[in-house]
């Protein structure tokens, strides 16, 4: 069993509980650069889906659900840490009809991530701390781990009970590659303690097996895959 399935429990314990840890902590007054002050948090446990866009050697686009479960804690005005768990499908078909590949691969990704949001919001102050900005924009960015798991097949169409998949190029599947996801959305406040958050994200990966097609095609470029998610936030 590869180390990271072994750990992977560990390290989502200490993404998603972290922000959460901190949060139960008496709170302590900070202050920011004009001297204003500030409290750290709250925190966030988010929940949502979406689909996914393979971006790879087959270069057909054929969109995968996503789910996903994660906190986000705000650590100072302007800026947010947090982490996420992610269950996701990808799937493609091949641009090169001589070679009629296909693929479909299930995978699971974790990540911490830095959020950053050029607006002011005065909920992030100890004087208007139930003041909430209405609309956020926000830039995002992180790294992780991802386990992936691909089957190669040919044809078009989608993968029925009784298809028949090629050998797998690698041996040692599932594998496991570095990630990191970068992007951008809005958080829409809702009802006090609750978010609605459109995000959208691209995340490079260290690995051009997500689509099991290397040596079949292109093996000096990685694999990578968008992301489009819609989730709720509700503050602790």
Do not use: C
Not at 47 to 60: E, K, M, S, V, W
Not at 170 to 187: E, F, H, K
């Amino acid at each position: 069993m590869p180390l990271f399935v072994r750990i992977a429990p560990l390290l989502l314990g200490a993404a998603l509980l972290a922000p959460l840890a901190a949060t139960a902590q008496a709170p302590r007054r900070h202050y920011d650069a004009q001297a204003r002050a500030f409290y750290r948090g709250p925190a966030r446990l988010t929940a949502g889906g979406g689909a996914t866009l393979y971006i790879g050697d087959l270069a057909g686009l054929r969109p995968g659900p996503a789910l996903n479960v994660g906190t986000i804690y705000t650590w100072r005005p302007h800026w947010a840490v947090g982490g996420e768990l992610t269950w996701f499908q990808l799937a493609g078909t091949d641009k090169v009809t001589t070679r009629n590949l296909s693929f479909r691969g299930r995978n699971l990704a974790l990540t911490a991530f830095v959020r950053y949001e050029p607006l002011r919001d005065l909920s992030w102050y100890s004087a208007t701390r139930n003041q909430y900005a209405r609309v956020k924009p926000f830039l995002q960015a992180g790294g992780g781990f991802a386990i992936y798991n691909p089957k190669a097949y040919l044809g078009p169409n989608l993968p029925g009970s009784d298809a028949s998949f090629l050998p797998p190029e690698r041996p040692d599947y599932p594998g496991t590659a570095l990630i990191a996801p970068v992007g951008g959305g809005l958080s829409f406040y809702v009802v006090p303690r609750l978010w609605i958050t459109a995000q959208g994200s691209y995340t490079f990966t260290s690995t051009d097996h997500l689509d099991d097609v290397s040596q079949r095609a292109n093996p000096d470029r990685n694999d990578g895959y968008g992301l489009i998610e819609v989730k709720a936030e509700y503050q602790f």
